[in-house]
């Protein structure tokens, strides 16, 4: 049985950062949830309203064999704008800033080369993605699992978010692009 690492990221909505995980091979689960704040449990209306200091993430399982904690980190940072300080698109507060929450020293420096290799392909912008110490994983509630998956496909929202996040997966990471 191959052992399965994990890796907590943030960039903007949940929802989002969740459908392009989906169709990563060697990732086998991708789990909305809240990291990074003050509040025990904290709800979604708490988290959206910017009160808790959560930020909306996802924790992805992947099986290392078959894609590096690099590469996840290099495709979190492809596929969302890590320019912007809290905030994605039309989604501002600090529970969408983007951030990585590495579970160890390994992550931690992976976290630190993804940031500057982004900076060095991308000559004029810079990232503003942190790199905080993990708190208590909160798993979001049970109807944003999946989203994309269900709900998401009638959100007027998430049609306009989702797919183009998913075209740059689908075009800069072509190789680690389940087959449909």
């Known amino acids: 049985m191959a052992t399965t690492q994990q890796a907590i990221i943030a960039g903007g909505c949940f929802w989002c950062t969740e459908a392009v995980f989906r169709d990563v091979i060697g ?71 983007s951030a990585f929450f590495p579970l160890d020293e390994v992550q931690k420096a992976e976290a630190e080369a993804a940031i500057a290799r982004w900076n060095e392909e991308n000559a004029g912008q810079r990232a503003v993605t942190t790199i905080e110490a993990p ?13 994309w998956e269900g709900e998401g496909q009638r959100n007027p929202y998430c049609l306009a978010t989702i797919p183009p996040k998913l075209a740059k997966l689908r075009k800069s990471y072509q190789a680690k692009v389940k087959a449909d």
């Open 135 to 147: 708190t208590q994983w909160y798993p979001a509630e049970d109807y944003h699992q999946e989203y």
């Open 27 to 97: 990732v086998s689960e991708v789990e909305s949830g809240y990291i990074g704040g003050h509040t025990a449990d904290p709800t979604y209306r708490e988290v959206c309203s910017g009160s808790t200091g959560h930020a909306e993430a996802i924790r992805v399982t992947f099986d290392p064999d078959v894609i590096s904690v690099a590469e996840v980190f290099d495709i979190f940072l492809g596929t969302h704008d890590p320019t912007q300080l809290n905030r994605q698109g039309n989604d501002i507060g600090t529970q969408y800033r």
